[in-house]
């Protein structure tokens, strides 16, 4: 048992953190959101240069190796800064899903890694909430025996600028089969591809996505049988999702404990005021409490191998982890009162990256459903 | 990072775990799992055969009979303790009066009263809360007056936990009304139970149990050589066993055990037709109470994992107190839930002698003291605040 981070981690995190602090400053966020881009190409080239765009993949493919347990303390700087680079999208899951069943992948892995290639994963449906397996679009064989893709993808992050797509589609079977769906690499920019793009809520660019007789590049995983593949990189994503909402709300907590210091409202600072600081204390709970079990589902992505417990642990730490975006968010913003909500300060725009991480890739009510049908003790009952 | 234990303290929680399982007698076991209530003698027997083991105090130092065990290890066993069903130790002598000792006693007091507290032979109660200081504890009145080689010790304690079966107290007592800091003036006696002028009465709670007492002091004679530390120091002392070091607070095993057991009570309670496990109303609040008992148990590890690395615990104590006993409350409510209607009947006796759905509501109200006693959950959020957050 060791918590704290090794020396290697902790070199890794300070240079982030450095880099951070030089260039993601909240004025340089603010020039980089009000670009068109909403992301900042300097940024993803000094990334690469730090060797982050290799973290995760495996050195025999170039790559830095840790595992999401070595990614975590990024990931964390990432959500304390509301980093807008689609680094989670191109690193977290496109170089995973690659290097796990892409016959180029080391192509694909060496420009992803120079930070010349990014990456956006197109999995939601309007009809398919937060189940990744419920999929309409579809594969279909041609004539040739090359693949093309029919559909739309809603909500997908990053996708407007993204050089790569990844889309799950089926070949068949009825939309909430597991089985019938493959995963394929798609050129954002290929013939039959319409991008309309939008901005989310904290900013980030993302569109929705239709795909009319689109070719694919290629197939990733076994043809017709990518649901594992597919929920095993949408586990350890919510994993580092996991750990970037700890960043957020270490932010956000740290703001508000600062603010309750200097602001004075009758005579004194509103921090000496115990309504107000046992809800600074629940929210710090909040946090510890997130923050371990982001550090479990890391650790546990990185090391189980049984697809239920792997499932079961994950749904544990983003219930967890959620319920503390929505506190904590919620709570930052009422103890800043008016100025928390306003464009000026941090704490809105932490606010909302809170809200949007407390949903991705599942809410907690999604992840509770998902925790209870993975426990033993409910499938024996059932039985 | 690594979450996991070393191979050698997985070694050392399976001694623990097979020790317990050969040790622990079936009838206390059976009886705690029933949540019937516990006599001195019940209480007395465990702790002798932990005494007999060695293992009844681990954290105090070697030579008064403490395993040498470090802070993971003194974890695992409490844990181990609680998640099989062992009594709980009464914490008054070997975690307060004790420690107090070790730390300020004269050569004589840890002669006189350490081998007994180890032993078991002497039991201790606690004398500190007052009608008139509870949270406020330095309010404090009753007064001990010097004469001689004796103080005359007057006046009321409250919440007095075993005071009834009690062979000794340790008090907080004003020795001196002249500072115009209240903390300071206050004296820690140990009083024999059986002095004249000490009259036990106990508190009747709602859960129908004998816990607490109320103690009354009527010109109760205390030799000068049973006050611990200076005349004045008691506040001093009485902080010390507040930063003492527990790495039992949030009692993650016996809460552990106690999930597992609502578990199997909702799959066995029907609804509908259906086992009340698969109700989604309910599942979703015991998942949620499932997942903080994950994430408390990895957060006092992190905690643990930093005293280890030498930080001096401090609040984190105040916020293992706090979530710890918000999820055994949460527990209880939820048993008495599952038993839905039949929560309401209280039967003597149970028709079978493993039912324990008549007493899942008692348990309800008698759970309602964990937020209250050893530091209201709100001291603890005082103390978070003034010591992490520095408000």
Redesign the interface.
């Known amino acids: 048992?060791?918590?704290?981070?090794?020396d290697e981690?902790r070199l890794l995190a300070e240079s982030v953190e450095r880099l951070l602090a030089r260039d993601y400053g909240f004025d340089a966020r603010r020039r980089i959101l009000a670009s068109d881009a909403s992301w900042s190409r300097e940024v993803w080239a000094s990334f690469a240069e730090l060797g982050l765009l290799g973290l995760g993949v495996d050195p025999e493919h170039g790559g830095f190796g840790g595992g999401a347990?070595g990614t975590?303390c990024v990931m964390e700087a990432i959500g304390e800064s509301l980093v807008l680079e689609p680094y989670l999208s191109t690193v977290g899951i496109g170089a995973r899903l690659i290097e796990r069943g892409a016959a180029r992948k080391a192509t694909w892995l060496a420009d992803i890694i120079a930070g010349r290639l990014t990456v956006a994963l197109a999995t939601t449906e309007s009809e398919s909430g937060y189940t990744p397996t419920h999929v309409r679009t579809r594969a279909r064989q041609t004539a040739s025996d090359d693949i093309r893709l029919d559909g739309e993808k809603r909500v997908v992050l990053h996708a407007p600028d993204a050089d790569l797509l990844i889309v799950s589609a089926r070949s068949d079977g009825e939309p909430d089969a597991r089985d019938g769906i493959g995963l394929f690499l798609v050129e954002r920019a290929a013939p039959g591809v319409t991008v309309h793009p939008y901005r989310t809520l904290d900013g980030l660019r993302a569109a929705d996505v239709v795909f009319s007789d689109v070719p694919v590049v290629e197939r990733i995983g076994p043809p017709g049988a990518a649901a594992p593949l597919l929920e095993e990189a949408l586990d350890h994503a919510t994993a580092l999702v996991c750990a970037e909402a700890v960043g957020a709300l270490r932010y956000a907590n740290a703001a508000t404990?600062a603010y309750?210091?200097e602001r004075r409202q009758f005579g004194v600072p509103i921090?000496?005021f115990?309504a107000l600081?046992?809800r600074?204390?629940?929210m710090?709970?909040s946090y510890?409490?997130?923050?371990?079990?982001a550090?479990?589902a890391c650790?546990t992505v990185d090391r189980e191998r049984d697809p239920r417990r792997r499932q079961r642990?994950v749904s544990?730490a983003k219930?967890?982890v959620a319920?503390a975006c929505r506190h904590v968010s919620q709570e930052a913003v009422q103890l800043h009162g008016g100025m928390g909500m306003t464009e000026e300060l941090k704490i809105s725009h932490t606010f909302r990256r809170l809200t949007r991480l407390a949903q991705q890739f599942g809410d907690a009510?999604h992840h509770?459903?998902r925790?209870?049908a993975c426990?033993p003790?409910?499938v024996?009952?059932?039985a | 990072?690594?979450?996991?234990?070393?191979a050698e303290?997985l070694a050392f929680r399976d001694t623990v775990r097979d020790w317990l399982r050969a040790h622990l007698p079936d009838d206390l076991r059976a009886r705690v799992a029933r949540y019937d209530p516990l006599s001195r003698d019940d209480l007395a027997r465990w702790h002798g055969i932990l005494a007999a083991k060695r293992w009844i105090a681990p954290a105090w130092p070697v030579e008064w009979g403490g395993t040498g065990w470090n802070v993971?290890q003194r974890y695992l066993f409490e844990e181990e303790c609680g998640y099989a069903g062992a009594p709980p130790l009464s914490p008054f002598g070997l975690m307060m009066c004790g420690p107090v000792l070790l730390r300020f006693g004269s050569p004589a007091q840890k002669e006189r009263f350490l081998p007994r507290i180890y032993d078991g032979s002497e039991f201790w109660c606690q004398g500190y809360s007052e009608p008139g200081a509870g949270s406020d504890l330095a309010s404090l009145r009753t007064a001990a007056v010097r004469k001689g080689d004796r103080y005359v010790v007057d006046g009321q304690k409250i919440w007095t936990t075993h005071a009834h079966m009690a062979d000794w107290i340790f008090c907080l007592v004003r020795t001196s009304r002249e500072s115009e800091r209240r903390q300071e003036g206050i004296s820690f006696l140990l009083i024999d139970m059986r002095s004249p002028g000490i009259t036990v009465r106990p508190l009747a709670l709602m859960d129908g149990g004998r816990e607490v007492n109320e103690v009354f002091f009527d010109g109760v004679e205390v030799p000068v050589e049973q006050r611990v530390h200076d005349e004045g120091a008691g506040w001093t002392v009485a902080k010390y066993l507040l930063g003492h070091e527990r790495m039992n607070t949030a009692r993650i095993g016996a809460s552990r055990r106690e999930l597992e057991k609502l578990?199997?009570y909702a799959?066995r309670q029907m609804r509908n037709g259906r086992?009340l496990?698969?109700d989604?109303r309910f599942?979703?609040k015991?998942?949620?109470l499932?997942?903080?008992i994950?994430?408390?148990s990895?957060?006092n590890?992190?905690f643990l994992?930093?005293l280890r690395?030498g930080r001096a615990p401090g609040a984190d104590v105040s916020?293992l107190k706090?979530?710890g006993t918000e999820i055994q409350q949460t527990l209880t409510e939820l048993m008495m839930e599952a038993a839905g209607p039949l929560a309401q009947a209280l039967p003597a006796q149970a028709r079978d002698a493993d039912d324990v759905t008549g007493r899942l509501a008692l348990r309800y109200c008698n759970y309602r003291k964990t937020t209250i006693y050893a530091g209201s959950n709100?001291i603890q959020?005082?103390i978070?605040?003034k010591q992490?957050?520095?408000?």
């Open positions: 048992m060791k918590f704290d981070p090794d981690q347990s975590q404990l309750l210091k921090g000496s115990q600081q046992h600074m204390v629940d710090t709970v510890e409490q997130a923050k371990s079990m550090a479990l650790s642990v544990a219930v967890r319920d009510d509770l459903a925790f209870a426990d003790a409910s024996e009952a059932n | 990072m690594d979450l996991d234990y070393s303290e993971v578990k199997d799959a086992p496990l698969d989604t599942r979703d015991l998942s949620r499932e997942i903080e994950m994430a408390l990895i957060t590890l992190r994992d930093a690395a916020m706090l979530r709100e959020r005082n978070i605040a992490a957050l520095e408000l």
